[in-house]
C-alpha cells in the first residue's frame, strides 16, 4: 500500500464562525500512573499540575487544560472516598487499598488533551514520545490490553447534508480503516469499536440524498444506541438532537459536544515508529472522501457492489483491497487539497 501523504489540512480547515477547527485527542496507555503522566505533560507543555485524587488531575497550558486520569471507574470511586474527610478507616480502607492495588495492574491510564487547533497535532507527537521515554506502553506492548487513542474532531458543519456525507464516507471507507491501520485483535474482539451494522451502512450508500436532522439521528439510533462504535455519533447528536438521543440510550458518558467521535485507532505509546498524526492522516481521508461527491458516490457503488449477494463478513474481507484501488487511483482523494479545488482520479 502507498504512504499516505503527509499533510494535516482538512479539506474544510474553518469552522462556520472562520475559527481554525480544533481537535481533541485521548490517549491510553500503561506503565505510567497519573503523577507520571502529568508530570511529563506539565514539564513538556510548561504547565501546572493541580491534583484532585491518586486517580485523576489536571494540568492547566498554555494549550488549555488536560485531565489525566485512571480509566477504570472502580479506581475513581476510591480515589474520590481517599479524600473524604472520615473516610474507611482501619480493616475496611485496607481492603479498598488492596483492592485499588490489584485494580492498578490492569487498569489503562488516560490523557485527555484540550482541543487543540489541528495544525498543533505534532506536538501532541511529542507528548506521546516523552511518555514512552518515561516507559509508557501501548496496546501492543502488553497482553490483552485494549488500548485506544480517539479523536475528537470538530465538525466542520453541523449542517444534516454534511454529516451526512461524513458518515456515508465512514461507513464505506471503515472496512478499509481497519486493513490498513491492522487493528489489535484484542480490541477487535472487544465490542468497543464495533463497525456499524452492514445493514445500516447499506442504507447509508444507498441513499445519496441527505435527510433532514430528525430522520438522520433517528436512522442512526436505530441501528447504533451504543457507544460501541468505531465512530460514535453520540456526542454530536446529543448535542444536535439531546431529546431524541436521551430517548433512545441512557449513559451518563455521554458527552454532548460538536465533534466527530473517531475511536477506532490503537494506542501505540510504547512503539517509536508511532505518532497521533499518523491517525490524523487516516481520519483525513474520511473527510476529504465526504467533501468529494464524485469519489463518495464511486466507493458506495463498489461498497454496495462487493455486498451484493453476500454475507457481511465475506464483504468486509473483499470490499478492503477493492477500496484500496480506488482510492490510490484517486490518490486518496488529496489532488487539489492545497487549493480547494475538488480531486480527480489519476489519468
Do not use: K
Amino acid at each position: 500500500m502507498e504512504p499516505l501523504p503527509d499533510l494535516l489540512d482538512p479539506p474544510v480547515p474553518e469552522d462556520e464562525l472562520g475559527r481554525v477547527r480544533r481537535v481533541g485527542v485521548e490517549i491510553e496507555l500503561t506503565h505510567l500512573d497519573v503523577e507520571a503522566i502529568a508530570a511529563t505533560v506539565a514539564n513538556l507543555f510548561g504547565g501546572a499540575v493541580t491534583r484532585e485524587t491518586d486517580y485523576l488531575s489536571r494540568v492547566v497550558t498554555d494549550l488549555g487544560t488536560f485531565r489525566v486520569e485512571a480509566d477504570l471507574a472502580l479506581l475513581q470511586r476510591i480515589g474520590r472516598a481517599r479524600e473524604q474527610q472520615g473516610g474507611e478507616q482501619g480493616a475496611l480502607a485496607a481492603a479498598r487499598d488492596a483492592l485499588a492495588s490489584l485494580a492498578e495492574l490492569v487498569a489503562p491510564f488516560e490523557v485527555v488533551t484540550p482541543p487543540v487547533p489541528y495544525p498543533s497535532l505534532p506536538m501532541l507527537d511529542d507528548l506521546v514520545a516523552a511518555l514512552r521515554a518515561r516507559g509508557g506502553q501501548g496496546t501492543r506492548e502488553g497482553f490483552l490490553q485494549a488500548l485506544a487513542l480517539q479523536l475528537n474532531p470538530q465538525v466542520p458543519s453541523e449542517e444534516p447534508g454534511s454529516i451526512h456525507a461524513h458518515l456515508r464516507a465512514y461507513a464505506a471507507l471503515e472496512p478499509w480503516l481497519r486493513m490498513r491501520r491492522e487493528v489489535d485483535v484484542t480490541r477487535r474482539i472487544l465490542p468497543f469499536v464495533d463497525a456499524y451494522p452492514v445493514a445500516y451502512a447499506e442504507r447509508l450508500l444507498e441513499r445519496g440524498s441527505p435527510p433532514d436532522l430528525p430522520e438522520l439521528v433517528d436512522e442512526y439510533l436505530r441501528y447504533n444506541a451504543t457507544r460501541n462504535r468505531s465512530l460514535d455519533m453520540l456526542p454530536l447528536f446529543s448535542l444536535l438532537a439531546p431529546r431524541r438521543v436521551a430517548a433512545a440510550v441512557v449513559d451518563d458518558r455521554i458527552n454532548p459536544r460538536p465533534t466527530f467521535h473517531y475511536r477506532l485507532p490503537d494506542s501505540r505509546v510504547g512503539d517509536a515508529r508511532w505518532r497521533v498524526t499518523d491517525e490524523w492522516h487516516h481520519w483525513l481521508v474520511v473527510e476529504r472522501v465526504a467533501a468529494t461527491p464524485r469519489l463518495l458516490d464511486e466507493l458506495a457503488r463498489g461498497y454496495l457492489d462487493t455486498l451484493s449477494g453476500r454475507s457481511g463478513s465475506t464483504m468486509h474481507a473483499m470490499w478492503p483491497p477493492r477500496c484500496e484501488q480506488i482510492l490510490q487511483r484517486w490518490r486518496y482523494g488529496l489532488a487539489g487539497a492545497a487549493t480547494g479545488d475538488e480531486p480527480r482520479p489519476a489519468a
